[in-house]
C-alpha cells in the first residue's frame, strides 16, 4: 500500500475517495527517562530514548492507518498529516 504525504500519487489517478482513515498511538514514558530528558533540556542535547519512542509511536500509528484503509478497500492514502 502506498503511504504518502503528498495529495497525489505522480503517475496514478485516484479514482474514489473511500474516506478518512486515522491512525493513533499514544505511548508512555517512564519516570527515569522523563528525568533524563529533563536534565538533557537543561545541559542541550538529544534525547535519543524519547526519538525512539517518537520513531516506534509513528511506525504504530502508520500501521494502524494502512489497516483502517484496508478495510475500506483503499489501495493507498495520500494527504498524510503527522503530529
Same mark, same amino acid.
Given at each position: 500500500? &502506498?503511504l504518502t504525504t503528498t495529495?497525489?500519487?505522480?503517475?496514478?489517478? &485516484?479514482? *474514489?475517495?473511500?474516506?478518512?482513515?486515522?491512525? *493513533? $498511538?499514544?505511548?508512555? $514514558?517512564?519516570?527515569?527517562?522523563? %528525568?533524563? $530528558?529533563?536534565?538533557?533540556?537543561? &545541559?542541550?542535547?538529544?534525547?535519543?530514548?524519547? !526519538?525512539?519512542? %517518537? @520513531?516506534?509511536?509513528? *511506525? &504504530?500509528?502508520? *500501521? !494502524? %492507518?494502512? !489497516?483502517?484503509?484496508?478495510? %475500506? @478497500?483503499?489501495?493507498?492514502?495520500?494527504?498524510?498529516d503527522l503530529d
Amino acid at each position: 500500500m &502506498i503511504l504518502t504525504t503528498t495529495p497525489t500519487i505522480e503517475g496514478k489517478t &485516484i479514482q *474514489e475517495y473511500r474516506g478518512i482513515v486515522v491512525g *493513533e $498511538a499514544i505511548l508512555g $514514558a517512564n519516570v527515569f527517562r522523563d %528525568l533524563f $530528558a529533563g536534565l538533557r533540556d537543561i &545541559i542541550g542535547g538529544r534525547s535519543g530514548a524519547y !526519538e525512539k519512542e %517518537l @520513531g516506534r509511536a509513528r *511506525e &504504530i500509528a502508520f *500501521e !494502524e %492507518l494502512q !489497516e483502517r484503509a484496508q478495510e %475500506l @478497500g483503499a489501495n493507498a492514502v495520500v494527504g498524510i498529516d503527522l503530529d
